[in-house]
């Protein structure tokens, strides 16, 4: 089975504050991908990456930033975090995007 | 980019009733549609696919149909249970190049005992 493994379940942090949401994949798949879920909009793409070191702005990708430093880690970073950065964040992995693996998520709050 | 809509935003079936989840996406260029389907708390977990080449496809009490021309697709569930209530995405790729996965905003299904 296919394991995508976010770092922290609920975060809480300050406005202002820089956070680091970190995930990681163990089926060396080469897309990885920062979603954000919100009641009503769905998932909104933040940022993907289809290779160690690239990455690509998904349809939200304001006040965020991503790093991928090896194929199995793709980081989001809020620089500077505000609360309407409070969200449910879900990374996922795919090989070939015919099937995507979801993280069980970060609940993130800026307060 | 793609542009995916999906309607209705919520709804609610007795059980045993039919439900239909449906779809639109706007790049021509999409050839892959699949659905995922996320129980309360849980991630959001691939349940069908259907590519641009086929019009139809099923796997038990699930089916989901494409209309190429009008660029719509849509999810059936027949016999709906309990276990059934979630909420359901769809989702449009290009498979040829692109790695953009672009979700609809997701239809809460609930289904009524």
């Known amino acids: 089975d296919v394991k995508v493994t976010q770092s922290s379940r609920y975060l809480v942090k300050r406005t202002g504050e820089k956070v680091f949401l970190e995930c990681v994949q163990d089926?060396?798949?080469?897309?990885m991908f920062w979603y954000r879920q919100d009641p009503g909009l769905g998932l909104r793409l933040i940022y993907f990456s289809y290779d160690v070191k690239m990455k690509e702005k998904g349809d939200i990708p304001e006040g965020y930033s991503v790093s991928r430093e090896k194929k199995e880690r793709f980081s989001l970073i809020l620089e500077s975090a505000s609360t309407n950065q409070t969200s449910m964040y879900l990374c996922a992995s795919s090989l070939t995007l015919r099937r995507v693996f979801f993280g069980s998520g970060t609940q993130l709050s800026v307060l | 980019g793609e542009n995916v809509e999906q309607h209705p935003s919520t709804l609610s079936v007795q059980e045993g009733d039919s439900a239909v989840i449906k779809c639109t996406y706007s790049d021509s260029a999409s050839n892959y549609f699949p659905w995922y389907k996320q129980e309360l708390g849980k991630r959001p977990q691939l349940i069908i696919d259907i590519r641009s080449n086929v019009g139809e496809k099923k796997d038990q009490r699930i089916a989901v149909t494409l209309n190429k021309t009008a660029k719509h697709f849509s999810l059936h569930i027949t016999e709906t249970q309990p276990e059934d209530s979630a909420v359901y995405f769809c989702a449009a790729i290009w498979t040829g190049g692109g790695n953009k996965l672009t979700f609809g905003t997701g239809t809460q299904l609930k289904v009524e005992l």
């Open positions: 089926m060396d798949h080469e897309n």
